[in-house]
Nanobody, 126 residues
Framework: QEQLVESGGGSVQAGGSLNLSCAASGYTYSSNSMAWFRQAPGKEREGVAAIWPGTGTTYYADSVKGRFTISQDYAKVYLQMNSLESEDTAMYYC?????????????????????WGQGTQVTVSS
């Protein structure tokens, strides 16, 4: 069973940067996607970015394009976040699609992912 542990969250001022990391234990390399989701208080969990290791395909939500970069190094997934805005404040979760439900490049939805981390808080002050 794959287990995911996020780190790297914190509090920054608007315009600042953070680099989130997700370490996967029990990880078996696959071409299936891994993704970052976020959830702000009172809002639904949304897919921020996803990566398909087999093809190198990535997905970004419109709200983070040009500011966030997702990358993977075997059993670790990273989310480099630059030019942070107050609207980026949320709990960020790493997720893995062990069953290959998400088609390359398609919008990731929470129900498609079957392994989740505990989350790391990102707070951006303006």
């Amino acid at each position: 069973q794959e287990q995911l542990v996020e780190s790297g969250g914190g509090s920054v001022q608007a315009g600042g940067s953070l680099n989130l990391s997700c370490a996967a234990s029990g990880y078996t390399y696959s071409s299936n996607s891994m993704a970052w989701f976020r959830q702000a208080p009172g809002k639904e969990r949304e897919g921020v970015a996803a990566i398909w290791p087999g093809t190198g395909t990535t997905y970004y939500a419109d709200s983070v394009k040009g500011r966030f970069t997702i990358s993977q190094d075997y059993a670790k997934v990273y989310l480099q976040m630059n030019s942070l805005e107050s609207e980026d404040t949320a709990m960020y979760y790493c997720a893995a699609d062990s069953d290959g439900r998400v088609v390359d490049g398609h919008v990731p939805h929470p129900y498609q992912y079957n392994a989740w981390g505990q989350g790391t808080q990102v707070t951006v002050s303006s």
